[in-house]
C-alpha cells in the first residue's frame, strides 16, 4: 500500500494549496485500497464526502476523519486548528445533501451541524478518543464545527 506523507499540521492550517495536495493523495490512496489508507491515517476511519460548492456549483470531494458517537456518523471542521473553517464546512452550511465514500460502499446523506450543548457533546466524545482535536480547538478562537451524517433512504 503507498503510503500518504505525514500531516503537518501548521502548513496545512495555513496553505490551501498543499492541503489540496495533501487531500488528493489521501483520496487516491482511499481509492487504490477499498478505503484504508497508511501514514498518519492508517487505522483511521476515513471517508470521501463528496458536497455541492456553494459559490461555484461543482462537486468537491473531501477526505475526512470520522467518528462513530452513540451511533452517529461524526465529522468535524477542524483544519488543525486554523483561525477559518475548512471550505467543505461552508460548502454543507450551503447545501448539506452529501455523497459518502466509506470503505467499499457508497450512499446518500444529509449533513447536519451540531450547535449549542449536543455540539459540545459531540465534540467532547470525539476529543475522548482522538485528543488531538482538543488541541486544535485550542489553537483557535472560532468553535469548531461539528457534523452528523445521515444516510438518505
Known sequence: MQHVQEF????????TAALNRFNEQIIREF???GGKVGGVFENR???LM????AKSGLSRLTALAYFTVD???????????APKDPAWVHNVRAN??????????SFEATAR??????????????????????V??????????????????
Open 31 to 33: 481509492r487504490q485500497n
Open 71 to 81: 451511533g452517529a456518523m461524526v465529522i468535524i471542521g477542524s483544519r488543525g486548528g
Open 113 to 134: 451541524e451540531a450547535r449549542g450543548e449536543a455540539r459540545n457533546s459531540l465534540f467532547d466524545a470525539v476529543v475522548s478518543i482522538a485528543p488531538n482535536f482538543g
Open 96 to 105: 448539506p445533501r452529501v455523497h459518502v465514500d466509506l470503505g467499499t460502499e
Open 8 to 15: 503537518d499540521d501548521e502548513r496545512f492550517r495555513t496553505d
Open 45 to 47: 476511519d476515513l471517508l
Open 136 to 153: 486544535y480547538q485550542a489553537r483557535t478562537t472560532r468553535i469548531i464545527p461539528v457534523f452528523t451524517l445521515h444516510r438518505r433512504n
Open 50 to 53: 463528496t458536497a455541492i460548492g
